[in-house]
């Protein structure tokens, strides 16, 4: 798994328990659409750290909370 992986899997896992769609997170976090579908579909594997905390405050969270999880904590990763 990479570090890519594990984020996008967290932020898909939230917006499941917030039940918000994707293109709503995109829309509350003012990123584009297609930004954030790159970063789940793999093709962005480096996310800015302004476009993780844009998508933290729409998900009503820190940074630090959005990264706070098992897999990050725990994971092994492989290299980007």
């Known amino acids: 798994m990479t570090y890519s992986d594990a984020i996008m899997k967290r932020i898909k896992q939230l917006c499941a328990e917030k039940k918000i769609t994707l293109n709503k997170l995109a829309t509350l976090a003012g990123i584009q659409e297609s930004t954030l579908d790159s970063m789940l579909r793999g093709k962005s594997t ?3 750290l302004k476009t993780l905390h844009r998508i933290s405050i729409a998900l009503g969270m820190t940074v630090s909370e959005l990264l706070d999880f098992p897999e ?3 994971g ?5």
């Not at 092994?76 to 980007?80: I, L, P, Q, S």
């Open 46 to 48: 480096n996310p800015t």
């Open 72 to 74: 990050m904590n725990e």
């Open 76 to 80: 092994k990763f492989d290299n980007e």
